[in-house]
């Protein structure tokens, strides 16, 4: 028998979205007053950009809720969002008198899970949100990093790179919630064991716009010892210093000078022409050096 697709084994693999599902009382979709509906004290995003509720408000207006809110019921007359925070807040901002959801039986531990697994599925979290999911699925709801990569369909070291951010200092972290670094350089950094030195490079790569290349060598060189740290300056000076002197000769002789040095120190100056005016020229060049 097939295997029946899962939404990622997110969402889908803790609500069913079968028709036998949709036709049973509990999954109809019904009207809500918004007035009783309660936030989701679970939820895990902690910061909703009022600029896209504002967009998302907008096309409400026009078009209405595409895709009906999930809700459970917690009194006579009360309910609370199990998924779909956002377009509850942006119906509000919409001046929605009710919302269209569906009511389903939840207790406590699974609406959690359903709240955290749903909100990891959507892509506009920033990765320190996502790690706080991924950890607190693993703490309140005692899964293991196995379980918790059937739920979300993610590779379990991908869920390992994520909870690995939450090691980082907090200026780093919020850094990293604030675009001001990528999950790149986040991960380049945590490589380094010392804290401040942790800051140190995310201050550096604040300061001068540093790629992720460029934090990843940065981090290699914490590991070199003093001997192999001053050869490698020896070998960026001397490199440095070729190059000066190629450009020099390329000045003086008026031709691209073609330079190469082996590491044994061995090499050879090429002095290249194409025609025997340009050959007539070096060798004026090179009497004249002579006199």
Same mark, same amino acid.
């Given at each position: 028998? /097939?295997?029946?697709?899962?939404?990622?084994?997110?969402?889908?693999?803790?609500?069913?979205?079968?028709?036998?599902?949709?036709?049973?009382? &509990?999954?109809?979709?019904?009207?809500?007053?918004?007035?009783?509906?309660?936030?989701?004290?679970?939820?895990?995003?902690?910061?909703?950009?009022?600029?896209?509720?504002?967009?998302?408000?907008?096309?409400?207006?026009?078009?209405?809720?595409?895709?009906?809110?999930?809700?459970?019921?917690?009194?006579?007359?009360? *309910?609370?969002?199990? /998924?779909?925070?956002?377009?509850?807040? &942006?119906?509000?901002?919409?001046?929605?008198?009710?919302?269209?959801?569906?009511?389903r039986d939840a207790d406590d531990d699974t609406m959690l899970e359903m /709240?955290?697994?749903?909100?990891?599925?959507?892509?506009?979290?920033?990765?320190?949100?996502? /790690?706080?999911?991924?950890?607190?699925?693993?703490?309140?709801?005692?899964?293991?990093?196995?379980?918790?990569? !059937?739920?979300?369909?993610?590779?379990?070291?991908?869920?390992?790179? *994520?909870?690995?951010?939450?090691?980082?200092?907090?200026?780093?972290?919020?850094?990293?919630?604030?675009?001001?670094?990528?999950?790149?350089? &986040?991960?380049a950094i945590i490589n380094v064991e010392n804290g401040k030195k942790q800051?140190?490079?995310?201050?550096?790569?604040?300061?001068?716009? *540093?790629?992720?290349?460029?934090?990843?060598?940065?981090?290699? !060189?914490?590991?070199?010892?003093?001997?192999?740290?001053?050869?490698?300056?020896?070998?960026?000076?001397?490199?440095?210093? *070729?190059?000066?002197?190629?450009?020099?000769?390329?000045?003086?002789?008026?031709?691209?000078?073609?330079?190469?040095?082996?590491?044994?120190?061995?090499?050879?100056?090429?002095?290249?022409?194409?025609?025997?005016?340009?050959?007539?020229?070096?060798?004026?060049?090179?009497?004249?050096?002579?006199?």
């Open positions: 028998m /097939a295997k029946k697709s899962a939404l990622g084994r997110g969402l889908g693999a803790l609500i069913d979205t079968t028709d036998d599902y949709k036709s049973r009382p &509990a999954a109809s979709i019904i009207d809500i007053d918004v007035d009783k509906i309660q936030a989701n004290p679970w939820q895990p995003r902690s910061h909703f950009d009022e600029e896209r509720l504002e967009e998302l408000a907008s096309s409400i207006k026009g078009v209405g809720i595409v895709q009906p809110l999930t809700l459970r019921k917690v009194g006579e007359d009360s *309910y609370q969002i199990i /998924a779909g925070e956002r377009r509850f807040r &942006a119906s509000k901002l919409a001046g929605l008198k009710t919302v269209p959801a569906y009511v /709240a955290l697994v749903e909100n990891i599925q959507r892509e506009d979290l920033d990765p320190i949100e996502v /790690a706080i999911s991924y950890q607190r699925l693993i703490d309140e709801c005692n899964l293991t990093q196995e379980n918790l990569s !059937d739920k979300v369909g993610k590779k379990r070291s991908t869920i390992a790179n *994520y909870l690995r951010l939450l090691k980082l200092p907090a200026e780093v972290q919020l850094g990293l919630r604030q675009r001001q670094i990528s999950m790149g350089h &986040a991960r800051i140190d490079i995310f201050e550096e790569i604040i300061k001068n716009d *540093y790629s992720v290349r460029k934090v990843e060598e940065l981090v290699r !060189d914490l590991d070199k010892t003093p001997a192999e740290k001053t050869q490698k300056k020896k070998e960026a000076l001397s490199v440095e210093g *070729y190059d000066t002197l190629k450009q020099q000769l390329s000045n003086f002789f008026q031709t691209n000078i073609q330079f190469s040095r082996t590491e044994s120190g061995a090499g050879k100056i090429v002095i290249p022409f194409t025609t025997d005016e340009e050959l007539e020229k070096i060798i004026t060049i090179l009497d004249k050096a002579k006199s």
